[in-house]
Nanobody
Framework: QVQLVESGGGLVQPGGSLRLSCAASGSIFNSNTMGWYRQAPGKERELVALKSTAGFTNYADSVKGRFTISRGNAKNTVYLQMNNLKPEDTAVYYC?????????WGQGTQVTVSS
C-alpha cells in the first residue's frame, strides 16, 4: 500500500503564489508517476499536472505557464508551484501516484483564491 500526504494549501489573493507538497510512504516503487488533480464544487475531478520518474511531464492547458510540477530526488515526493493564481483555480487539490501496483490518492488540500 501507498499513503500520500499533502500540505501547502490555503487562502491566497488573485495573482499570488502557493506551493503544494506531497510525500508518499509505504511501498512506493522507483518507477512511478506522481501528480496533482483538483476538484472544484459541482465539477468533476481534473488533471492539473503530472510527472513520471522518467521525466515525462503533462500539464492542463489552463495552468500552463503558471504552474510548475517537480519531483524530489527520493522519487517519493512531488511538488506543485502555483504562480499567478486565479479565482478559477479554487478547488481541493489531490495528490496522485500511479505505479504497477495501482493508483493512490491523498486526502486533498484546499486552495482558495479570493480577494
Amino acid at each position: 500500500q501507498v499513503q500520500l500526504v499533502e500540505s501547502g494549501g490555503g487562502l491566497v489573493q488573485p495573482g499570488g503564489s502557493l506551493r503544494l507538497s506531497c510525500a508518499a510512504s509505504g511501498s512506493i516503487f522507483n518507477s512511478n508517476t506522481m501528480g496533482w488533480y483538483r476538484q472544484a464544487p459541482g465539477k468533476e475531478r481534473e488533471l492539473v499536472a503530472l510527472k513520471s520518474t522518467a521525466g515525462f511531464t503533462n500539464y492542463a492547458d489552463s495552468v500552463k505557464g503558471r504552474f510548475t510540477i517537480s519531483r524530489g530526488n527520493a522519487k517519493n515526493t512531488v511538488y506543485l508551484q502555483m504562480n499567478n493564481l486565479k479565482p478559477e483555480d479554487t478547488a481541493v487539490y489531490y495528490c496522485n501516484a500511479k505505479q504497477s501496483s495501482g493508483t493512490y490518492w491523498g486526502q486533498g488540500t484546499q486552495v482558495t483564491v479570493s480577494s
